[in-house]
């Protein structure tokens, strides 16, 4: 009986392996190339290691060190750093205080405007960068830090707004009721009640959010441009990819540099990033 | 006051824009939006856009994107969150698929053009596909430029890895939810294995698999990162929104820029209404 559910079995777990290996083997292909010598990269295969597995020698940190230092790309993660961790923060503080609003405030124009907000979560950025660069430019904005923050915020704030709405909404009326008989204003409610309850939903937010401004490349290109002192990473690799296409050792190290940080985020906040996801897609 | 801010910002960077982009797709190239030089050209824009070659080449491939990269991810999702519950080692290896929704597309880009590395028959294959192929004794393949067909397959092979993640746990979420007795009672009354999926699994995964599949073709028809990074449009491959990008930065002609990105505005438009009747009903729900 155990031996005919054992072998009954083999075809799913072939599919499964089938599956986990394209989807595990690309990226370790890159990961060892990342280690390996600039001629034995370009002469042999990365599977070609594993034979010599216990000889040694095969790896080092040179190609790492190669693009951190002469490639620019320190600088490029610390540009990336600059960029989405304020505009991280910027949108999800302005998310929270308007899904507030939406939640429990009375106004005039409220629905339509939030159905303005819901309808805008999937518009193309493309409609809007012609318009806004030259006002950029003439701000002074155009290539700086603040301007993508701006630009980052708005663009998150759709669906950031809309994610902290669904949470807020669900607070139990009653928490809300009884701070205003006490006297309290909209903002000490909004402030002492319904951020303190939404905290998980707005590390969600914040991580969701992150990883997304970390991996843009399309606004970075557009409002921050190529210029070595604000660029982030997606740009300065994607420019390394056009001009030394054929130097894998300095693009596999590349890559893993721009993939840490979200690597390490997914690892040790897995569970944050589920949920945004399953709020933003299920719900919405 | 608690959404002056969101609003102001909305307004600004989004609203404000789509409507001056509609506007522009009628007038000339120009330095600026609507300055002394900018010459209203009628349909000149739009004409462009429905008979260039280059344009007719992308609106194809974003098709082709549209259909295969929205089947296979919800297809393989739906799969995979259904098959990996029913083995032990269910946590590590939704792991290991959901991990490319969390890198940047342009780092997936780079670990898939190694994967399709080539290298002419005499020499030594590095990239593991080539390789694969010369093992069985074919000739090595430029996976990339054999257009038009080999190489838009391969790019989209690509969003396929990136997304199928992402389908897989919304629908591992959803399958999770349905109670477990449903399925037993089916299995009792001699349903076997593939009757289970079909006749119960599936119509109660439905109303997740109809917000999948939308949320992946919006995701979709917006497709850029992936052709920027790895052809740049080149041999056939080109798409809306590379080509957008580059008549805005390399051939500065805004009029034309602005009128493809209203293209992807009029494709998007349906899901935009479908979101907004969708937070209607919910509201409906609630109150």
Redesign the interface.
């Known amino acids: 009986m155990n031996l005919r559910k054992t072998v009954s079995r083999t075809p799913l777990h072939l599919v499964i392996l089938f599956f986990v290996g394209i989807w595990f083997i690309p990226t370790l292909g890159l990961l060892i190339t990342s280690f390996r010598a600039p001629s034995g990269i370009a002469n042999s295969g990365w599977w070609t290691v594993f034979p010599k597995l216990l000889s040694g020698g095969q790896f080092s940190l040179q190609n790492y060190v190669g693009v951190l230092q002469n490639e620019g790309l320190g600088r490029a993660f610390l540009n990336t750093l600059s960029i989405s961790v304020p505009a991280t923060a910027i949108s999800t503080f302005v998310a929270s205080f308007a899904a507030f609003g939406f939640a429990w405030l009375r106004f005039t124009g409220r629905r339509v405007l939030f159905m303005l907000v819901v309808g805008l979560m999937v518009i193309p950025l493309q409609m809007t960068f012609i318009p806004v660069l030259p006002i950029y430019s003439k701000l002074g904005l155009a290539g700086t830090f603040p301007g993508i923050w701006l630009a980052h915020t708005a663009y998150g704030l759709p669906l950031t707004t809309y994610l902290v709405h669904n949470f807020m909404a669900g607070i139990p009326k009653d928490l809300f009721d009884s701070a205003a008989i006490d006297g309290a204003s909209p903002f000490k409610v909004f402030s002492r009640i319904a951020v303190p309850i939404s905290v998980p939903a707005l590390a969600s937010v914040f991580i969701f959010q992150f990883l997304w401004i970390w991996n843009d490349l399309l606004v970075a290109l557009v409002y921050l441009g190529a210029l070595p002192n604000v660029a982030p990473l997606t740009v300065s690799v994607a420019n390394l990819v056009t001009n030394r296409g054929q130097d894998w050792e300095l693009l596999t190290a590349a890559a893993f540099v721009s993939m840490s940080l979200p690597l390490l985020v997914f690892f040790s906040l897995q569970r944050y990033f589920v949920r945004g996801i399953l709020a933003g897609s299920v719900k919405g | ?3 002056g ?3 102001l ?2 307004g ?7 409507v ?2 509609v506007a ?1 797709s009628f007038f000339g190239r120009g330095a ?2 609507f300055g002394p030089r900018v010459e209203f050209v009628g349909l000149t824009n739009w004409k462009y856009v429905f008979t260039n070659q280059v344009m007719l080449t992308s609106l194809r491939n974003n098709a082709l994107w549209a259909i295969l990269f929205t089947s296979c991810t919800v297809g ?1 999702g739906l799969a ?1 969150a259904v ?2 519950d ?2 032990r080692y269910e946590k590590i ?1 939704k ?13 997936a ?7 399709y ?1 080539y290298k002419p028959a005499t ?6 596909l080539n ?1 694969i192929v010369v093992a069985l004794g074919g000739e090595p393949v430029g996976w990339l430029i054999q257009r038009p067909w080999i190489n838009n397959l391969c790019l989209i092979v690509v969003g396929i ?1 990136v997304w ?3 389908c897989m ?2 629908f591992s ?2 399958y999770k939810n349905i109670p477990k007795q449903l399925l037993e009672a089916a299995r009792i009354d001699g349903a076997n294995e593939w009757r289970v999926f079909r006749n119960v699994i599936l119509p109660l995964l439905g109303p ?1 698999a109809a ?2 599949a939308t ?1 992946m073709l ?1 995701q979709v ?2 497709i ?2 992936i052709i ?2 790895m052809t ?1 449009g080149n041999y056939s491959t080109e798409v809306i ?1 590379n080509r ?2 580059k008549e ?2 390399n051939y500065f002609n ?1 009029g034309r ?2 009128a ?3 293209v ?2 009029i494709l ?1 438009v349906p ?3 479908l ?2 009747r ?3 009903a ?1 509201e409906g729900a ?1 109150s």
């Open positions: 006051m608690f959404v801010p969101a609003l910002l909305i600004f960077f989004l609203v404000y824009p789509t001056m982009t522009r600026t939006l393989f995979l098959l990996l029913r083995v290896a792991s290991v698929i959901f991990i490319p929704a969390a890198i940047s597309m342009v780092g880009s780079i670990i898939w053009k190694f994967v590395a020499l030594a294959q590095i990239g593991i390789a890895w199928t993640g992402f746990v919304i979420a959803a997740t917000v999948v949320t919006v028809l917006k850029f990162d920027y990074v740049n929104a957008m990008y805005m930065f805004y820029a602005s493809i990105a209203v992807l505005l998007i899901f935009m209404i979101n907004i969708r937070f209607v919910q609630r």
